[in-house]
């Protein structure tokens, strides 16, 4: 009589181990792998950056802001520039080329979307 315990023991413990082996796992899709030149990351469609000069101020920008109806997503602490959004009526090209005439403005350009999954190249150094 003193066997049966270690017989339900091993029976359990195999029907353990046979059972793992039966779950199903997921399978993730990888995305396809990127050729030469193909890749071109996103942006937002109706936020985009500019950086103005210190020493002029952003005082002109935030004049322009107001006079072309743009909102300030984000005003940077760290460097200077903002993020904006478009105005509804506005295309986001057409808007950034208004910012780019704008007194003490030095860069207007999109506000690129990056994901962990997107490609890396790493950069080369030119000597």
Same mark, same amino acid.
């Given at each position: ?24 796992? #997921?399978? @993730?899709?990888?995305?396809?792998? !990127?050729? %030469? ?7 937002? *469609? =109706? ?23 743009? #909102?300030? @997503?984000?005003?940077?602490?760290? !460097?200077? %520039? ?7 009526? *506005? =295309? ?36």
């Amino acid at each position: 009589m003193p066997l049966k315990p270690q017989i339900l023991i091993v029976c359990l413990m195999s029907f353990m181990v046979c059972g793992s082996c039966g779950t199903k796992q #997921e399978v @993730v899709e990888m995305p396809k792998p !990127i050729q %030469g030149g193909e890749y071109i990351p996103e942006h937002s *469609k =109706t936020v985009f950056l500019v950086m103005y000069d210190a020493e002029v101020g952003k005082a002109p920008l935030l004049k322009a802001i107001d006079d072309y109806g743009c #909102e300030i @997503v984000y005003d940077y602490n760290i !460097i200077t %520039g903002m993020a904006l959004k478009k105005p509804e009526d *506005k =295309t986001l090209e057409e808007t950034m080329e208004y910012f780019r005439k704008v007194d003490g403005v030095t860069n207007v350009e999109y506000d690129h979307i990056y994901r962990l999954t997107d490609p890396v190249k790493p950069k080369l150094e030119k000597r």
